[in-house]
């Protein structure tokens, strides 16, 4: 029996395949240019290029557990230790690729979320694991959501605290961003843009942050003018 991952491999060799192969050729010719950073959640179904509409060469995207994004430098005695690999990642396509946009997208419904909500990265000694450790780069994100929840624009603040963080956590991940040494240099030359996204599942809803880093707004369609 074919595993699912072969069969795909096989109907994209078949029919897709043919169709990018120039585009293909010309990124393996000229290298990769992307406008954008794209850090996302490892969530399955979190897919980039569908929600953004991109193709290849067009994202440089980053994945992790909760969408985070640790602080560099971290000192605090009960928090894990930077990560390298998101920072090289920033550095990289910040000060290498030079791209002109970092998008921060988190999403609802969140496994992540929920897990700093029940207390998963206060486990220390034999209990830790790696995803606990890893959560309390979220530490900052719970802190936040106690006195500056983020909501939608027009509703009410949601009643559901695992909403409320999912939201909240894009804003505080924005933050730490602007801590990191590329991202500063690159914002105070103004070469550089930080942009907040939110997909709602159920719905199918993309939302922006507003400046402010409190209120997110639909991303609605733009209507074609009239002939």
């Known amino acids: 029996m074919i595993h699912d991952h072969l069969r795909g491999v096989r109907d994209f060799q078949q029919h897709t395949a043919p169709g990018l192969r120039p585009e293909l050729a010309r990124l393996a010719r000229e290298g990769q240019s992307p406008s954008q950073l794209f850090i996302t959640c490892a969530d399955s179904r979190l897919v980039p290029n569908v929600i953004t509409s991109s193709g290849p060469g067009d994202l440089f995207t980053v994945r992790n557990i909760g969408?985070?994004?640790?602080?560099?430098?971290v000192s605090q005695p009960d928090a894990s230790r930077p990560d390298d690999s998101a920072a090289a990642a920033i550095e990289y396509a910040v000060d290498i690729l030079e791209v002109s946009t970092v998008v921060v997208c988190g999403h609802s419904?969140?496994?992540a979320?929920?897990?700093l909500l029940r207390g998963a990265h206060r486990r220390e000694g034999q209990a830790g694991t790696p995803l606990t450790r890893?959560?309390?780069h979220g530490q900052d994100s719970l802190q936040r959501v106690r006195h500056a929840p983020a909501r939608i624009r027009g509703s009410a603040l949601s009643e559901d605290p695992l909403e409320r963080?999912?939201?909240?956590?894009?804003?505080q991940q924005l933050d730490n961003l602007r801590a990191h040494p590329s991202v500063r240099r690159a914002m105070d030359s103004g070469r550089l843009r930080l942009t907040g996204l939110y997909f709602d599942f159920a719905t199918a809803q993309a939302y922006r942050l507003a400046r402010n880093g409190r209120t997110f707004s639909p991303v609605r369609p733009r209507l074609a003018s009239a002939a």
């Open 67 to 73: 969408n985070l994004v640790p602080q560099p430098n």
């Open 109 to 111: 419904g969140c496994g």
């Open 113 to 115: 979320m929920q897990s």
């Open 134 to 136: 890893w959560l309390r």
């Open 165 to 171: 963080l999912c939201l909240t956590n894009v804003a």
